[in-house]
């Protein structure tokens, strides 16, 4: 016999019910109710913990519009001293006047280095920002990837020379222009030649742009290094922000493991894949495939 939780009994059926019957049907009346008391309660904590979860993602979300905001604007107020800074040492770096000497060359030369360095991280910070929060606008056209590469490998030509690196560019006499947007290309190679350089001690960078044999036209680029490699299990990691492949690579290098990072999503914002294959004491090797 079963009967409602709210009413579990009329008064005429203890009269027609075994003992044994009425005490199961009041067990069976008991565990309904507290059944439904248990199921209130947890109802009851579940619409508490979605409310809890919702302010927590927007506060969440605040913040992290606020840190953007934030890094945003000191990445742009951060960028006119340190040009000034860069451009006033260049100017005096090359002594036109004729009367510094060359340790004068010498502490100007790291000013500008360092300078540069640091221009660097605040360009990727920057970057960082507008890949996150979906600001980023593209402008692509038909680029010159050889020539972008060449230049890029130019720039970097004294900071390899300074640590006895050969930089060997394998590159078309000519070839087909690809859509993408030049400038961010541009950043994606210096990150590349950054990070060779950077891990490179002693043997060459290689940086070479492969082409399809029929139509001659760019399919993958590579930067090729003679460096310390990075372990099997870390590959993935080092396209994270703020990640390097060990915690002493940080300490002995430099650097805020931001270069990959904002090289990969440059890459994926204009349809390009990076890829990386490196073998620890060997060297690594980064390539750039065209969409």
């Known amino acids: 016999m079963t009967l409602p939780v709210s009413a579990p009994f009329s008064p005429t059926s203890w009269l027609r019910m075994p003992i044994a019957a009425v005490r199961r049907t009041l067990a069976r009346w008991r565990a309904a109710r507290d059944l439904k008391a248990r199921i209130a309660r947890a109802d009851q904590t ?37 040009n000034a800074v860069i451009g006033f040492a260049r100017v005096l ?22 300078g540069e360095q640091l221009l660097r991280i605040v360009d990727d910070v920057l970057s960082h920002t507008e890949v996150t929060s979906g600001q980023m606008i593209l402008a692509p056209d038909p680029t010159d990837v050889a020539a972008i590469a060449s230049r890029v490998v130019e ?19 000519s ?3 690809v859509a993408l947007d030049a400038r961010r290309f541009e950043q994606v190679m210096d990150r590349l030649l950054d990070n060779a350089v950077k891990f490179t001690r002693r043997g060459e ?12 036209r760019p399919a993958q680029l590579d930067v090729e290094d003679t460096g310390i490699g990075i372990p099997a299990d870390r590959l993935e990691s080092v396209f994270e922000p703020f990640e390097q492949a060990d915690a002493g690579r940080s300490r002995a290098y430099g650097g805020a493991g931001m270069g990959l990072p904002i090289a990969y999503r440059l890459c994926e914002a204009m349809g390009c894949e990076l890829r990386v294959q490196s073998t620890v004491g060997e060297g690594s090797r980064f390539s750039v495939r065209f969409p």
């Open 175 to 177: 070839a087909p222009a």
């Open 155 to 173: 720039s970097h030509s004294r900071a390899a020379l300074s640590k006895g690196l050969r930089l060997v560019v394998d590159m078309p006499t």
């Open 93 to 114: 770096e090359s002594n036109r006047a004729g009367n510094q000497r060359p340790e004068d060359r010498e502490l100007l030369s790291r000013i500008r280095s360092n």
């Open 205 to 216: 960078v290689r940086v070479r742009l492969v082409t399809d044999p029929h139509t001659r």
């Open 46 to 82: 579940r619409r508490e913990a979605a409310q809890a979860l919702h302010e927590a993602i927007v506060a969440s979300q605040a913040a992290h519009k606020t840190r953007e905001q934030l890094l945003s604007r000191m990445s742009h107020e951060l960028r006119t001293p340190l």
